[in-house]
């Protein structure tokens, strides 16, 4: 009698569910973000820069002359990338040694030839890049200005009345270039390679009245350089 009253109140009770077990959890796996070339950036750069110079007098045909030398400093600059159209603007300043010196081929009178040399030491400029990105790779060219601290010296024979005469200033002219640089995938470092021509302006030397020389310069540089970018 008391099984058959026991046996239905366990019946009408409902079956207890087993605790489950924790749930490990899974890994999220999100979209990283594009690359970007947007942002600020420092670095360093090493080269080769060629000094050339042609020369003009009016006492002997004309002249050129070629000297390689070494190039080094600090770039600073900017980056603003809009799909794949990066637009910017870079400073930069170098220490140089060229300094390419030459004689004329012809010269009146038994007095000698007249050389000109040329020493560069410093240059700088100030540029606007325009490019296209590649993802992690930008092509880009540029436009600006270039400054150069220099010494031209002109030698000219004693026949026309003097010796040396020179002139150290700073020089300056229009800089056309372009280059490629590349990102390190995981870091804010990029590493470029960047070609430079910098058109520079006239020297005039009166040697000995009507006698004149002009003096021509140009620079040209191959860097090598590394930039960090900071993060925006």
Do not use: H
Not at 33 to 57: D, E, H, I, M, R
Not at 214 to 220: D, E, G, M, S
């Amino acid at each position: 009698m008391i099984s058959f009253l026991v046996a239905p109140a366990l019946a009408a009770d409902p079956p207890i569910d087993p605790i489950p077990a924790p749930k490990r959890p899974y890994p999220t796996f999100g979209v990283a973000p594009a690359f970007t070339w947007t942002g600020f950036y420092l670095g360093y750069n090493l080269g080769a820069a060629w000094n050339s110079q042609k020369t003009v007098t009016t006492f002997s045909s004309p002249w050129n002359t070629t000297n390689i030398g070494f190039i080094g400093g600090l770039q600073a600059g900017f980056n603003y990338q809009i799909s794949s159209i990066v637009l910017g603007a870079e400073i930069d300043g170098d220490w140089m040694s060229a300094s390419p010196s030459s004689s004329s081929p012809s010269t009146p009178g038994p007095a000698g030839l007249t050389k000109t040399t040329g020493q560069f030491n410093w240059a700088s400029s100030v540029g606007l890049r325009f490019g296209y990105a590649a993802n992690t790779t930008l092509f880009y060219g540029k436009v600006g200005y270039g400054w150069v601290t220099q010494t031209l010296a002109i030698n000219s024979p004693l026949a026309l009345d003097t010796t040396t005469t020179f002139v150290s200033n700073t020089n300056g002219g229009g800089l056309y270039g372009g280059g490629v640089e590349f990102a390190f995938p995981g870091t804010q470092w990029t590493a470029k390679a960047e070609y430079n021509y910098i058109t520079l302006s006239q020297q005039k030397f009166v040697v000995s009245s009507p006698n004149t020389v002009i003096v021509t310069p140009t620079l040209q540089t191959l860097k090598l350089g590394m930039n960090y970018r900071f993060a925006m």
